[in-house]
Nanobody, 124 residues
Framework: QVQLVESGGGLVQAGGSLRLSCAAS????????VGWWRQAPGKEREFVATINSSGGTTFYAASAQGRFIISRDNAKNTVYLQMNSLKPEDTAVYFC?????????????????WGQGTQVTVSS
């Protein structure tokens, strides 16, 4: 079993920044790939960013490229999503998820466990 807890969400003005954290239980966290996804009201969950187990490979959605940075600290069992230059269209619940195979992947079906999410609201 893996437990994932997201934090760091909140209300921010357009142009501002937030840093989301995804804290995981379990001694094998360093073996997992991790992804950040988001879901806005009435929309499907969409890929944001992903990082492989070592942190050496990252991928971003086009909407996140150049504004968001995913990173990880395996000693703290935590993955971060630094979000800069936020826009109202970034408003969503943000979820982290883990892939037991350690991959950085944008394929939703590859993820084995999901957190409960943290709300991000960007005002205009």
């Amino acid at each position: 079993q893996v437990q994932l807890v997201e934090s760091g969400g909140g209300l921010v003005q357009a142009g501002g920044s937030l840093r989301l954290s995804c804290a995981a239980s379990g001694r094998t966290f360093s073996n997992y790939g991790v992804g950040w996804w988001r879901q806005a009201p009435g929309k499907e969950r969409e890929f944001v960013a992903t990082i492989n187990s070592s942190g050496g490979t990252t991928f971003y959605a086009a909407s996140a490229q150049g504004r968001f940075i995913i990173s990880r600290d395996n000693a703290k069992n935590t993955v971060y999503l630094q979000m800069n230059s936020l826009k109202p269209e970034d408003t969503a619940v943000y979820f982290c998820a883990v892939d037991f195979d350690g991959r950085a992947t944008a394929r939703k079906g590859a993820y084995d466990y999901w957190g409960q999410g943290t709300q991000v609201t960007v005002s205009s």
